[in-house]
């Protein structure tokens, strides 16, 4: 399995929605993800996403 990189587009899903998102940072065991902006405090989606756990689209 290949793990993405920072500004790989990948999606997972959270909740039971599938998301898309791009990644922001990398870490051994994860990925950090900015999924989308808030509309309350137009602040980025930020979420964090096992290497298990998503595929990367582009």
Do not use: C, W
Not at 2 to 31: H, P, Q
Not at 32 to 40: A, E, F, L, T
Request: net charge positive; charged share 30%.
């Amino acid at each position: 399995m290949a793990n993405a990189k920072v500004g790989d587009k990948i999606s997972f899903k959270r909740e039971g929605n599938s998301l898309e998102g791009v990644v922001t940072g990398v870490r051994e065991n994860s990925v950090m993800v900015q999924y989308g902006v808030s509309k309350d405090k137009d602040e980025p989606l930020i979420t964090i996403v096992n290497h298990k756990n998503y595929k990367i689209t582009k």
